[in-house]
């Protein structure tokens, strides 16, 4: 009985969090993590052409490795 009441609790409280993010949606929040700017793609690809690591490039543009093998790729 307590493993049914449970189950429509889990069902109420997910409705609510659709009909939540909907509204939020609606209201043009954006939802999801904030976008950090970070350095140009033109930048990264200069010092990659100059041959800098991608450590240095990326300690240098203050951002991940990552991000900066990303920006070069874009």
Same mark, same amino acid.
């Given at each position: 009985?307590?493993?049914?009441?449970? /189950?429509?609790?889990?069902?109420?409280? +997910?409705? +609510?969090? +659709?009909?939540?993010?909907?509204?939020? +949606?609606?209201? @043009?929040?954006?939802? @999801?993590?904030?976008?950090e700017? @970070?350095?140009?793609? =033109?930048?990264?690809?200069?010092?990659? =052409?100059?041959? /800098?690591?991608?450590?240095?490039?990326? @300690? !240098?543009?203050?951002?991940?490795?990552?991000? !900066?093998?990303?920006?070069?790729? !874009?």
């Amino acid at each position: 009985m307590l493993a049914a009441v449970a /189950e429509f609790e889990r069902d109420l409280i +997910r409705d +609510r969090t +659709r009909l939540g993010l909907a509204a939020a +949606r609606r209201r @043009g929040v954006r939802l @999801g993590r904030r976008v950090e700017p @970070g350095p140009s793609a =033109a930048e990264v690809r200069k010092r990659r =052409a100059k041959g /800098e690591s991608w450590t240095s490039i990326a @300690g !240098a543009l203050g951002c991940t490795v990552a991000k !900066a093998r990303r920006l070069a790729a !874009a």
